[in-house]
C-alpha cells in the first residue's frame, strides 16, 4: 500500500441527508492540495443507506457495532492509514475544505490542531447553526473551565473538527466512548502537555433533515461535567477538603476561646457544645476529601487516565506507608489521650457545672482526633495498595 498522509475520518449514523457532500468536499480538499489522504467513514449502524452514498462519493466505509460516537471515532481511527488524522462530523456543519489549513498546522510539529467556532476564538457561528443555550452558556462555560482546570489554550473544546498525529493519538489512550471523547481528547493531551494549535472555523448550519441532530443538551452537558470533575481530583475533592479543614479549625479555636479567655456570660453563651459538634464534622468530612484527591489521582495515573504530576512525584517520594502508620500512631495517641482525661473525674464533675462543659468538649475533640487518626492508619494502607504498580 502506498503511503498515506492524512486520513478524514468521520462517524456516521444515519446521515444519508449529507455525508456524500462531506465526502465529496474532503476528497476536493486532499485532491486540490495535492495531499496523498484517504476519507473513512466509521458507520455506527446506519439502516438509510448512509453506507452506500458515502461509498459512491469515495470514502472507504468502516463499520463499527459499537454504539456511541467515540466508539465510532475510535474504529475510523484505528482503521485508518494516515499518519495525520483530520475527523468531523458528517452533517455538513463543518467545511472539509479546510483541510489544508489543519495539516499545515500537523506538518509544523504540532500534536493537535483544534477547530474553534466561537468568536472569542476568531470563529463565526452562522445564524441557526448552535442551539443559544449552547452557544452562550454552555459551550463557553466548558471551554473557560478547561482553560482554568487543564490550562488548555483553545476557546471552543466541543468543535468536532479538529486534527491530530495519529502517534500522539496512540499516547493518549482514550476511554470515553460517548460524546466525551472529544473533550477527552482535549484535557488529556493538556495534562500531558502536548503542543496544540488553534484554528478559527465557521460553523454552518447542519443540512440534516431526516432526524434531528444526536447531541442531547442536558444529557450531554452533564456527561461532560461529569467527566471535568473526574479529571480534576484538585477541584473535586483537594480544595473542598481543604477548606472544610479550615473551617473547622477555625470552629475549634471559636469554640475553645470562652475556655482560654474569660469571656462575659452572654457572649460565651453563644459559643456552644453544637458549635463543637459543626466543627468536627468540618475537620473530619475535610480530611476524608484530602485522602479521597490522593486515591483518585493515584487510580488515575496508575490506570494512564492523566499523567503524573510534580506534586504526586513529591507525595510518593515522601508518603511512604511506615510514616503514614507512625503519623496515625501519634495522632491516635493524642486523641485516646483527650478522652481518657476527658472521662477521669467525670463522675465528680456535676452537670450544672463549667467543668461538664470543658469535659465534654474534650472528649468531642478526642473522639474527632481518633477518629482522623484511624482515617490516617487505613488511607496509608489503601494508597499504598494503589500505587503498588507504581513501585
Not at 20 to 34: E, Y
Not at 59 to 81: D, F, H, Q, S, T
Not at 129 to 136: E, I
Not at 193 to 216: S, W
Amino acid at each position: 500500500m502506498s503511503f498515506i498522509e492524512v486520513s478524514i475520518v468521520m462517524p456516521c449514523l444515519n446521515e444519508a441527508d449529507t455525508v456524500a457532500v462531506c465526502v465529496q468536499k474532503a476528497c476536493k480538499a486532499l485532491h486540490d492540495a495535492q495531499i496523498v489522504g484517504e476519507v473513512v467513514v466509521a458507520d455506527n449502524g446506519s439502516t438509510d443507506g448512509s453506507q452506500k452514498l458515502a461509498q459512491q462519493a469515495g470514502a472507504r466505509v468502516v463499520p463499527v457495532a459499537l454504539k456511541g460516537y467515540g466508539n465510532a471515532l475510535m474504529g475510523g481511527i484505528e482503521a485508518a492509514y494516515g499518519r495525520y488524522i483530520i475527523m468531523g462530523d458528517a452533517d455538513d456543519s463543518y467545511d472539509f475544505l479546510q483541510t489544508p489549513r489543519f495539516v499545515e498546522k500537523l506538518r509544523e510539529g504540532y500534536d493537535i490542531v483544534q477547530g474553534c467556532r466561537l468568536p472569542s476564538g476568531g470563529g463565526q457561528v452562522m445564524p441557526g447553526a448552535m442551539p443559544v443555550l449552547h452557544r452562550w452558556f454552555g459551550n463557553p462555560m466548558f471551554s473557560f473551565l478547561a482553560r482554568w482546570w487543564f490550562r488548555a489554550p483553545i476557546h471552543d473544546i466541543y468543535c468536532g473538527l479538529r486534527g491530530f498525529s495519529k502517534d500522539w493519538y496512540v499516547q493518549l489512550n482514550q476511554r470515553c466512548v460517548g460524546m466525551e471523547f472529544a473533550t477527552e481528547m482535549i484535557i488529556k493531551s493538556s495534562l500531558m502537555k502536548a503542543k496544540i494549535a488553534e484554528i478559527p472555523i465557521t460553523l454552518h448550519p447542519d443540512g440534516r433533515k431526516a432526524h434531528p441532530p444526536h447531541l442531547r443538551t442536558f444529557r450531554d452537558g452533564w456527561r461532560t461535567l461529569r467527566f471535568f470533575l473526574m479529571y480534576t481530583p484538585r477541584w473535586l475533592f483537594l480544595l473542598p477538603g481543604v477548606l472544610l479543614m479550615l473551617l473547622g479549625c477555625l470552629g475549634y479555636g471559636v469554640a475553645f476561646l470562652p475556655l482560654i479567655l474569660p469571656l462575659p456570660l452572654f457572649l460565651a453563651s453563644g459559643f456552644d457544645l453544637s458549635f463543637l459538634l459543626i466543627a468536627s464534622l468540618m475537620l473530619i468530612c475535610g480530611y476524608q476529601s484530602v485522602w479521597f484527591s490522593i486515591f483518585a489521582k493515584t487510580f488515575a495515573v496508575m490506570e494512564d487516565l492523566m499523567p503524573e504530576s510534580p506534586g504526586y512525584q513529591l507525595f510518593f517520594r515522601y508518603a511512604t506507608i511506615e510514616r503514614g502508620i507512625v503519623l496515625a500512631l501519634g495522632i491516635l495517641i493524642i486523641g485516646l489521650g483527650l478522652i481518657f482525661g476527658a472521662l477521669s473525674g467525670w463522675a465528680t464533675a456535676t452537670v450544672n457545672s463549667g467543668d461538664m462543659g470543658s469535659k465534654i468538649s474534650l472528649l468531642i475533640a478526642g473522639v474527632t482526633i481518633v477518629a482522623v487518626g484511624f482515617q490516617t492508619m487505613l488511607s496509608s494502607f489503601f494508597v499504598s495498595l494503589l500505587g503498588l504498580k507504581r513501585r
